[in-house]
């Protein structure tokens, strides 16, 4: 990402009331749905689930913009979502 995005995307969180704490905020809960994405596709990869698509990525890139783009709810809901399919693989597995 270039600075000039960050730049324009920081000044207009402040212009929407966001203060620096709840900007640090939101960056540390999209690094930790990013990392955690990260963790769920590897276990997706390594038990061979064959999940596919924008959710099931190794773009850590990709993840972090997408979280930048919803609220907590959506970004927490996508995380169980993804930890619901793998205990579904993971049941699957043990038959």
Same mark, same amino acid.
């Given at each position: 990402?270039?600075?000039?995005?960050?730049?324009?995307?920081?000044?207009?969180?402040?212009?929407?009331?966001? %203060?620096? !704490?709840?900007?640090?905020?939101?960056? +540390?809960?999209?690094? &930790?749905?990013?990392?955690?994405?990260?963790? *769920?596709? $590897?276990?997706?990869?390594?038990?061979?689930?064959?999940?596919? %698509?924008? !959710?099931?990525?190794?773009?850590?890139? +990709?993840?972090?913009? &997408?979280?930048?783009?919803?609220?907590?709810? *959506?970004? $927490?809901?996508?995380?169980?979502?993804?930890?619901?399919?793998?205990?579904?693989?993971?049941?699957?597995?043990?038959?």
């Amino acid at each position: 990402m270039s600075r000039i995005p960050v730049i324009a995307a920081i000044a207009a969180l402040f212009t929407a009331g966001m %203060g620096w !704490s709840e900007l640090a905020r939101a960056q +540390a809960n999209c690094d &930790w749905y990013a990392n955690t994405a990260l963790q *769920q596709q $590897k276990v997706n990869a390594d038990r061979k689930c064959g999940f596919k %698509g924008q !959710s099931w990525s190794f773009d850590r890139s +990709a993840h972090m913009v &997408w979280c930048q783009s919803v609220g907590p709810d *959506q970004w $927490k809901r996508q995380a169980q979502f993804r930890d619901q399919e793998l205990a579904k693989c993971a049941g699957n597995s043990r038959r």
